[in-house]
C-alpha cells in the first residue's frame, strides 16, 4: 500500500458517549467484521470493561475502505483507554495517528473527559473531525452542541458529521471525512527503522506480543530488533496486521500498523511508548515522549488466610507479566502479618487489580486504604519517598512532608455550582477558574491534594450534582504543607495499617469521626474493646465497644430453626473478610473507613 493511501485514527470521548459503538460500526460497514461474527462491541474484549462500560486496554483494527474516489485505502483505528489512569497510554496511542474522531452525545454536550482527550490530540497536532453522536434520540441538539465545541474547544465545526452509531446513520459520511480530512502519514520508507509501541500484552505461548506504527522506515520478519529505552534485542518470530484477527505478512512500512512476536517474556520489556529499530542499522534517535507511568496510589493487599499468601504472589506476578504499571513488594505488617504493597496508577488501576485477583485468582483479601506517595525531606537532607503511612519518620527525624497536589476540572450544570465548590474547598481544594460555558453550563478548576481525590471525591461529586456533573484532574507536582501522622489503637495496641497521613487542621476531626466509625464497623467480642486515636503519644479521640452480652442466638428463642440457620450464615459471611488484629476481628470495611467520613 501507498504510504498516500493509509490514514491512521483514533476515537476519542467522553465514556457512554459511543467510542465503542462507532468502532463497530466502522468495521462492520468496511467488512472488516462480517454481522455474522460481529459480537457487540469488537473492540472491548475483556468482561471487566464490558462490566464497567469503560475501555481499559488499547486495541487496534485496519479496515479497508473504497472511497468515493474509487480509490482503496487502509484505515487503521487505534483505540485508546478512555480513563485518566491510563492517559499516558491514551498519548502513545494518539501519537501513532494523524488524526481523531471526537466523537460528542449530541444529547448530552462536551463533558471534562471530552476535553481532557481533544487537549491531547491537539498537542499531538493531530487532524480532529466532531462527530455528533445519537441524533436519533429525541433529545438531540447537534446544532447546541456544535456550539458548545466551537466555543469551548475552540474547534470549527462546519465539516462535523451527525451521526447515530447506533442506527447506522452518518457512517459513511464519517469514513469519507477520514480520507479527506486526516493526512496520510510522512513518507519515511528510506529512513532507518523506528516504530512506536503504543500497547502490549503477554500471551503465555508466543510471548509478548507488541503493537506498533511503523514511524519511519520498514521491518520485516526474521529481523533482530533492538528497544532502544530498554536496549534489549529480539528476532521477529511473526509480524502482521490487524484486520481485526492477527494476520501475518513479511513486511510492514513506514505509516503501516501491526502487532509482532520476538519471545519477549515480560510487557515490562517491551513498554508502552518505547521505540523499535533495527540492531543492525539503528536509528540515531529514539521517539520523543517515551516515560515509565510512575505509579500514584498504593495500598495493601494482605489474604484474609495467610495460608494464601503464595498465592498471592503468584497471581501479582502473573498480572504483572501483562502490566509494566502495576508495582508490587513485599510487606510485613505486624497487625496484618505478610502481604503485599502495591502501587497503582490511580484508583481505578487499583479497583481493576483488587477485581481481577478475587475474581480470576480467587482470593480472599483485605485492602488497606489507598496512600499517595509523600516526599518526606530528613533532617540530614535525604529525600525519602513514604507510600506507607505507617512509614512516615517522627517528626524530630523530618525538616519538612511534600505532598502530590492535582489540578481538576469539573463540567456541570450551574445548579451545582455551589455544593460543588463546597465540596472542593472541604477537601481543601484552591480555586482557580470558574468559566460558563453555553446554555447554563460551567466549568470549575481547582487545585487539591491528591489523597483528598482518592479518597471518595468522584462519588460525593457524582452524587451532589444528581449524576451530572464530570471531572479529569492531572498531576502537577508537589507540595509542602503541615501533615501529621495519625495512628489508630485497637484494644490499645497501634495497627499500622490503619495509619493515616492528614493535615494537621484536620487531624481531631478525622480522628474523632475514624474512631467512631471503627466502633459501629467493628463487632463486639466477649471484652470490651477500647479504640483511640492518637498524634504521637497523644491520645485525642477515644471510644469503647462494650462486650457482647449475651449469645446471639438466645434470642432465637431456640425453636425457629431456619432463622437460626439464617443468622449463623450471615454471621459466616460476614466473618469472610475479617482479619484477626490480636484477639480482635476487624472487618474489611474498618480499613477503608477513613474514605468515608461524613
Ligand atoms: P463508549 O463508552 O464511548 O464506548 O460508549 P458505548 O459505545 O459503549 O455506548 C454507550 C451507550 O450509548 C450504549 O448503551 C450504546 O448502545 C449507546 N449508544 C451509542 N451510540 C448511540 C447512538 O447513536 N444512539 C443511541 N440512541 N444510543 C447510542
Ligand atoms: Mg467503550
Same mark, same amino acid.
Given at each position: 500500500?501507498?504510504? !498516500?493511501?493509509?490514514?491512521?485514527?483514533?476515537?476519542?470521548?467522553?465514556?457512554? %458517549?459511543?467510542?465503542?459503538?462507532?468502532?463497530?460500526?466502522?468495521? &462492520?460497514?468496511?467488512?472488516?467484521?462480517?454481522?455474522?461474527?460481529?459480537? =457487540?462491541?469488537?473492540?472491548?474484549?475483556?468482561?471487566?470493561?464490558?462490566?464497567?462500560?469503560?475501555?481499559?486496554?488499547?486495541?487496534?483494527?485496519?479496515?479497508?475502505?473504497?472511497?468515493?474516489?474509487?480509490?482503496?485505502?487502509?484505515?487503521?483505528?487505534?483505540?485508546?483507554?478512555?480513563?485518566?489512569?491510563?492517559?499516558?497510554?491514551?498519548?502513545?496511542?494518539?501519537?501513532?495517528?494523524?488524526?481523531?474522531?471526537?466523537?460528542?452525545?449530541?444529547?448530552?454536550?462536551?463533558?471534562?473527559?471530552?476535553?481532557?482527550?481533544?487537549?491531547?490530540?491537539? =498537542?499531538?497536532?493531530?487532524?480532529?473531525?466532531?462527530?455528533?453522536?445519537?441524533?436519533?434520540?429525541?433529545?438531540?441538539?447537534?446544532?447546541?452542541?456544535?456550539?458548545?465545541?466551537?466555543?469551548?474547544?475552540?474547534?470549527?465545526?462546519? @465539516?462535523?458529521?451527525?451521526?447515530?452509531?447506533?442506527?447506522?446513520?452518518?457512517?459513511?459520511?464519517?469514513?469519507?471525512?477520514?480520507?479527506?480530512?486526516?493526512?496520510?502519514?510522512?513518507?519515511?520508507?528510506?529512513?532507518?527503522?523506528?516504530?512506536?509501541?503504543?500497547?502490549?500484552?503477554?500471551?503465555?505461548?508466543?510471548?509478548?506480543?507488541?503493537?506498533?506504527?511503523?514511524?519511519?522506515?520498514?521491518?520485516?520478519?526474521?529481523?533482530?530488533?533492538?528497544?532502544?529505552?530498554?536496549?534489549?534485542?529480539?528476532?521477529?518470530?511473526? *509480524?502482521?496486521?490487524?484486520?481485526?484477527? @492477527?494476520?501475518?505478512?513479511? !513486511?510492514?512500512?513506514?505509516?503501516?500498523?501491526?502487532? $509482532?512476536?520476538?519471545?519477549?517474556?515480560?510487557?515490562?520489556?517491551?513498554?508502552?511508548?518505547?521505540?523499535?529499530?533495527?540492531?543492525?542499522?539503528?536509528?540515531?534517535?529514539?521517539?520523543?515522549?517515551?516515560?515509565?507511568?510512575?505509579?500514584?496510589?498504593?495500598?495493601?493487599?494482605?489474604?484474609?488466610?495467610?495460608?494464601?499468601?503464595?498465592? $498471592?504472589?503468584?497471581?501479582?506476578?502473573? +498480572?504483572?507479566?501483562?502490566?509494566?504499571?502495576?508495582?508490587?513488594?513485599?510487606?510485613?505488617?505486624?497487625?496484618?502479618?505478610?502481604?503485599?504493597?502495591?502501587?497503582?496508577?490511580?484508583?481505578?488501576?487499583?479497583?481493576?487489580?483488587?477485581?481481577?485477583?478475587?475474581?480470576?485468582?480467587?482470593?480472599?483479601?483485605?485492602?488497606?486504604?489507598?496512600?499517595?506517595?509523600?516526599? #518526606?525531606?530528613? *533532617?540530614?537532607?535525604?529525600?525519602?519517598?513514604?507510600?506507607?503511612? !505507617?512509614?512516615?519518620?517522627?517528626?524530630?527525624?523530618?525538616?519538612?512532608? =511534600?505532598?502530590?497536589? #492535582?489540578?481538576?476540572?469539573?463540567?456541570?450544570?450551574?445548579?451545582?455550582?455551589?455544593?460543588?465548590?463546597?465540596?472542593?474547598?472541604?477537601?481543601?481544594?484552591?480555586?482557580?477558574?470558574?468559566?460558563?460555558?453555553?446554555?447554563?453550563?460551567?466549568?470549575?478548576?481547582?487545585?487539591?491534594? +491528591?489523597?483528598?481525590?482518592?479518597?471518595?471525591?468522584?462519588? @460525593?461529586?457524582?452524587?451532589?450534582?444528581?449524576?451530572?456533573?464530570?471531572?479529569?484532574?492531572?498531576?502537577?507536582?508537589?507540595?509542602?504543607?503541615?501533615?501529621?501522622? $495519625?495512628? *489508630?489503637?485497637?484494644?490499645?495496641?497501634?495497627?499500622?495499617?490503619?495509619?493515616?497521613? #492528614? %493535615?494537621?487542621?484536620?487531624?481531631?476531626?478525622?480522628?474523632?469521626?475514624?474512631?467512631?466509625?471503627?466502633?459501629?464497623?467493628?463487632?463486639?467480642?466477649?471484652?470490651?474493646?477500647?479504640? &483511640?486515636?492518637?498524634?504521637?503519644?497523644?491520645?485525642?479521640?477515644?471510644? !469503647?465497644?462494650?462486650? $457482647?452480652?449475651?449469645?446471639?442466638?438466645?434470642?432465637?428463642?431456640?425453636?425457629?430453626?431456619?432463622?437460626?440457620?439464617?443468622?449463623?450464615?450471615? @454471621?459466616?459471611?460476614?466473618?469472610?473478610?475479617?482479619?484477626?488484629?490480636?484477639?480482635?476481628?476487624?472487618?474489611?470495611?474498618?480499613?477503608?473507613?477513613?474514605?468515608?467520613?461524613?
Amino acid at each position: 500500500v501507498p504510504v !498516500s493511501h493509509i490514514r491512521n485514527f483514533s476515537i476519542i470521548a467522553h465514556i457512554d %458517549h459511543g467510542k465503542s459503538t462507532l468502532a463497530d460500526r466502522l468495521l &462492520q460497514f468496511t467488512g472488516t467484521v462480517d454481522a455474522r461474527d460481529m459480537k =457487540e462491541q469488537f473492540l472491548d474484549n475483556m468482561d471487566l470493561e464490558r462490566e464497567r462500560g469503560i475501555t481499559i486496554k488499547l486495541q487496534a483494527a485496519r479496515m479497508t475502505y473504497t472511497g468515493r474516489d474509487g480509490q482503496t485505502y487502509i484505515l487503521n483505528l487505534i483505540d485508546t483507554p478512555g480513563h485518566v489512569d491510563f492517559s499516558y497510554e491514551v498519548s502513545r496511542s494518539l501519537a501513532a495517528c494523524e488524526g481523531a474522531l471526537l466523537v460528542v452525545d449530541a444529547s448530552q454536550g462536551v463533558e471534562a473527559q471530552t476535553l481532557a482527550n481533544v487537549y491531547l490530540a491537539l =498537542e499531538h497536532n493531530l487532524e480532529i473531525i466532531p462527530v455528533l453522536n445519537k441524533i436519533d434520540l429525541p433529545g438531540a441538539e447537534p446544532e447546541r452542541v456544535k456550539g458548545e465545541i466551537e466555543e469551548i474547544v475552540g474547534l470549527d465545526c462546519s @465539516q462535523a458529521v451527525l451521526a447515530s452509531a447506533k442506527e447506522g446513520i452518518g457512517i459513511a459520511e464519517i469514513l469519507e471525512s477520514i480520507v479527506h480530512l486526516v493526512p496520510p502519514p510522512q513518507d519515511t520508507v528510506a529512513d532507518p527503522l523506528r516504530a512506536l509501541i503504543f500497547d502490549s500484552y503477554y500471551d503465555p505461548y508466543r510471548g509478548v506480543i507488541v503493537y506498533f506504527r511503523v514511524m519511519d522506515g520498514v521491518v520485516h520478519r526474521g529481523d533482530r530488533i533492538r528497544l532502544m529505552a530498554s536496549g534489549k534485542e529480539y528476532e521477529i518470530d511473526e *509480524l502482521g496486521v490487524l484486520a481485526p484477527n @492477527q494476520t501475518p505478512v513479511e !513486511s510492514l512500512h513506514a505509516g503501516e500498523v501491526g502487532y $509482532l512476536a520476538a519471545a519477549i517474556k515480560a510487557v515490562g520489556d517491551a513498554r508502552v511508548g518505547d521505540t523499535i529499530t533495527l540492531a543492525t542499522k539503528p536509528a540515531k534517535a529514539a521517539l520523543p515522549g517515551y516515560t515509565e507511568a510512575k505509579p500514584m496510589v498504593f495500598c495493601g493487599l494482605f489474604p484474609t488466610d495467610a495460608a494464601q499468601f503464595e498465592d $498471592l504472589r503468584d497471581a501479582l506476578e502473573k +498480572l504483572k507479566l501483562n502490566d509494566a504499571s502495576l508495582h508490587y513488594e513485599p510487606e510485613t505488617s505486624s497487625a496484618m502479618g505478610f502481604g503485599f504493597r502495591c502501587g497503582f496508577l490511580g484508583l481505578l488501576h487499583m479497583e481493576i487489580i483488587q477485581e481481577r485477583l478475587e475474581r480470576e485468582y480467587n482470593l480472599d483479601l483485605i485492602i488497606t486504604a489507598p496512600s499517595v506517595v509523600y516526599r #518526606v525531606t530528613t *533532617l540530614k537532607g535525604d529525600v525519602l519517598t513514604i507510600d506507607n503511612p !505507617s512509614l512516615l519518620p517522627e517528626p524530630q527525624y523530618r525538616q519538612k512532608i =511534600e505532598e502530590p497536589y #492535582v489540578q481538576v476540572e469539573m463540567i456541570t450544570p450551574e445548579t451545582y455550582v455551589g455544593t460543588l465548590m463546597e465540596l472542593a474547598q472541604s477537601r481543601r481544594g484552591i480555586f482557580k477558574d470558574m468559566r460558563y460555558l453555553t446554555q447554563g453550563r460551567t466549568t470549575l478548576i481547582y487545585e487539591l491534594p +491528591l489523597a483528598e481525590i482518592v479518597t471518595d471525591f468522584f462519588d @460525593q461529586m457524582k452524587s451532589r450534582s444528581r449524576g451530572y456533573a464530570s471531572m479529569e484532574y492531572h498531576l502537577i507536582g508537589y507540595r509542602e504543607n503541615d501533615l501529621v501522622k $495519625l495512628d *489508630l489503637l485497637i484494644n490499645n495496641d497501634p495497627v499500622d495499617s490503619l495509619a493515616a497521613i #492528614v %493535615h494537621r487542621d484536620k487531624a481531631y476531626y478525622v480522628g474523632r469521626a475514624l474512631v467512631s466509625k471503627l466502633k459501629d464497623l467493628i463487632p463486639r467480642h466477649q471484652f470490651k474493646i477500647p479504640i &483511640q486515636a492518637a498524634i504521637g503519644s497523644r491520645i485525642i479521640a477515644s471510644e !469503647s465497644i462494650p462486650a $457482647l452480652r449475651k449469645d446471639v442466638l438466645a434470642k432465637c428463642y431456640g425453636g425457629d430453626v431456619s432463622r437460626k440457620r439464617k443468622l449463623l450464615e450471615k @454471621q459466616k459471611a460476614g466473618k469472610k473478610r475479617m482479619k484477626a488484629i490480636g484477639s480482635v476481628d476487624v472487618p474489611q470495611e474498618a480499613f477503608m473507613a477513613v474514605l468515608r467520613l461524613k
